[in-house]
């Protein structure tokens, strides 16, 4: 039986309880355009091999469509809905003006050449440059891709349109990308962190926090709480992990990124990655992919406080097991919003062709989610819900609010 997210229950809970007629559930729940295109590649060696290349399109009414792209081999149509619907809400919750989108390419990119990679990527844009543009579809990095393949991205697109830097987000500095972009969902995560122990009465200063995924995301969030005075006692990535209930040398795990955990020596005792999910700890960061936290292991997890940096990470059972346990869980769509935050300054900076100092981006982005923050601490008190369902009951009704004053004509 497959996997139900947690943000499938929250959005069905909003939905039963709101307002309005039955078509415009309907609408909320079902994305605007599904694309899926074949992309064929002629590999190094000569062989053929085809790909399929994906594209959702959930909900453009309060801007452009805006999303990250995924080249991962587990991929598939109903994937990309699931967090196109996410990024929907996600842009709503922190109130930037872009609609919710997702995509890429069904492939394993450690599989590929350098060559082979960026020939697949501006294949793509290629087969889908219709859907893009600044003022219509932004994509950004995801899973398996970064900078380097935005970069592919806005040549080919560049190709066909012209010079266009805000049609992508997440790109190189030299290129149009602002300073501030790599960093952005971890420092989200680490603020996010910080604020809801302030709201729970819980000392940053002197809590174990576990990072379940050491990517680009959970680095830089370990990097940021370590800094802010926590204890990083346990992080791992797909193939091991890290355990020292001292603190784990961030600055040295952070030095051999790239490295798999499993190939690295340090101070610590060697663990499995799940064995991170229910190390003795206060603060528990699930980082890496979808459904880590299950029925199956969400009674071992020791931690009071669970900050969601991956998108997906925990399912229905699992919620409901954790909130009977008493945890507190930020959900996804406020504690990750940091990245796509970012990339709504990258675009207006592109826009502006103005480029913005580091200090402004990071002023305004600490701006920004506290006053999300507030906003979602404010409404759950009157709500008295959790953070999941409060957060999803605001950035629904936003996305409907808009929908109904924009019409159907």
């Given at each position: 039986?497959?996997?139900?997210?947690?943000?499938?229950k929250?959005l069905?809970?909003?939905?039963?309880?709101?307002?309005?007629?039955?078509?415009?559930?309907?609408?909320?729940?079902?994305?605007?355009?599904?694309?899926?295109?074949?992309?064929?590649?002629k590999?190094?060696?000569?062989?053929?091999?085809?790909?399929?290349?994906y594209?959702?399109?959930d909900?453009?009414?309060?801007?452009?469509?805006?999303?990250?792209?995924?080249?991962?081999?587990?991929?598939?149509?109903?994937?990309?809905?699931?967090?196109?619907?996410?990024?929907?809400?996600?842009?709503?919750?922190?109130?930037?003006p872009?609609?919710?989108?997702?995509?890429?390419?069904?492939?394993?990119?450690?599989?590929?050449?350098?060559?082979?990679?960026?020939?697949?990527?501006?294949?793509?844009?290629?087969?889908?440059?219709?859907?893009?543009?600044?003022?219509?579809?932004?994509?950004?990095?995801?899973?398996?891709?970064?900078?380097?393949?935005?970069?592919?991205?806005?040549?080919?697109?560049?190709?066909?349109?012209?010079?266009?830097?805000?049609?992508?987000?997440?790109?190189?500095?030299?290129?149009?990308?602002?300073?501030?972009?790599?960093?952005?969902?971890?420092?989200?995560?680490?603020?996010?962190?910080?604020?809801?122990?302030e709201?729970?009465?819980?000392?940053?200063?002197?809590?174990?926090?576990?990072?379940?995924?050491?990517?680009?995301?959970?680095?830089?969030?370990?990097?940021?709480?370590?800094?802010?005075?926590?204890?990083?006692?346990?992080?791992?990535?797909?193939?091991?992990?890290?355990?020292?209930?001292?603190?784990?040398?961030?600055?040295?795990?952070?030095?051999?990124?790239?490295?798999?955990?499993?190939?690295?020596e340090?101070?610590g005792?060697?663990?499995?990655?799940?064995?991170?999910?229910?190390?003795?700890?206060?603060?528990?960061?699930?980082?890496?992919?979808?459904?880590?936290?299950?029925?199956?292991?969400?009674?071992?997890?020791?931690?009071?406080?669970?900050?969601?940096a991956?998108?997906?990470p925990?399912?229905?059972?699992?919620?409901?097991?954790?909130?009977?346990?008493?945890?507190?869980?930020?959900?996804?769509?406020?504690?990750?919003?940091?990245?796509?935050?970012?990339?709504?300054?990258?675009?207006?900076?592109?826009?502006?062709?103005?480029?913005?100092?580091?200090?402004?981006?990071?002023?305004?982005?600490?701006?920004?989610?506290?006053?999300?923050?507030?906003?979602?601490?404010?409404?759950?008190?009157?709500?008295?819900?959790?953070?999941?369902q409060?957060?999803?009951?605001?950035?629904?009704?936003?996305?409907?609010?808009?929908?109904?004053?924009?019409?159907?004509?």
């Amino acid at each position: 039986m497959p996997q139900i997210s947690a943000h499938c229950k929250a959005l069905n809970n909003t939905l039963e309880k709101m307002d309005c007629s039955g078509e415009m559930k309907a609408l909320l729940k079902t994305p605007q355009r599904e694309l899926i295109v074949e992309l064929p590649l002629k590999k190094d060696d000569g062989s053929i091999a085809i790909f399929k290349g994906y594209r959702v399109q959930d909900n453009n009414s309060r801007g452009p469509y805006k999303g990250g792209l995924r080249f991962n081999e587990n991929v598939d149509l109903d994937h990309f809905r699931d967090l196109a619907s996410v990024m929907t809400w996600k842009t709503a919750l922190v109130d930037i003006p872009f609609g919710g989108a997702k995509g890429g390419i069904s492939c394993n990119p450690k599989d590929l050449s350098e060559n082979e990679l960026e020939t697949l990527t501006k294949r793509f844009i290629e087969k889908t440059s219709m859907l893009f543009g600044p003022s219509l579809d932004i994509p950004a990095p995801d899973m398996g891709t970064g900078p380097r393949e935005m970069t592919w991205l806005m040549s080919a697109f560049e190709k066909l349109h012209g010079y266009s830097p805000g049609a992508v987000t997440g790109k190189p500095v030299e290129f149009g990308g602002i300073e501030g972009r790599v960093e952005a969902t971890g420092k989200g995560v680490a603020l996010f962190t910080k604020w809801a122990c302030e709201e729970e009465d819980i000392d940053l200063s002197s809590r174990r926090v576990a990072i379940h995924g050491f990517g680009n995301v959970g680095s830089h969030a370990a990097m940021i709480l370590s800094e802010m005075g926590a204890t990083i006692v346990a992080a791992s990535d797909a193939s091991g992990g890290w355990y020292n209930p001292k603190g784990l040398d961030i600055t040295e795990l952070r030095s051999e990124q790239g490295k798999e955990f499993a190939d690295r020596e340090i101070e610590g005792e060697k663990i499995s990655s799940s064995d991170v999910l229910s190390i003795d700890c206060d603060i528990l960061i699930p980082a890496a992919i979808e459904n880590t936290l299950t029925k199956d292991n969400a009674n071992s997890v020791k931690a009071r406080l669970i900050v969601e940096a991956a998108n997906l990470p925990t399912t229905t059972e699992a919620e409901e097991i954790l909130e009977e346990k008493g945890v507190t869980i930020v959900p996804d769509i406020l504690a990750n919003s940091g990245g796509v935050t970012v990339s709504f300054f990258e675009w207006a900076q592109n826009s502006q062709n103005f480029p913005w100092k580091k200090e402004k981006v990071d002023r305004e982005l600490e701006s920004l989610l506290k006053s999300a923050w507030n906003n979602l601490v404010q409404s759950r008190t009157e709500a008295k819900e959790s953070y999941r369902q409060t957060a999803y009951d605001i950035a629904i009704n936003r996305v409907r609010v808009a929908m109904l004053k924009k019409g159907f004509r």
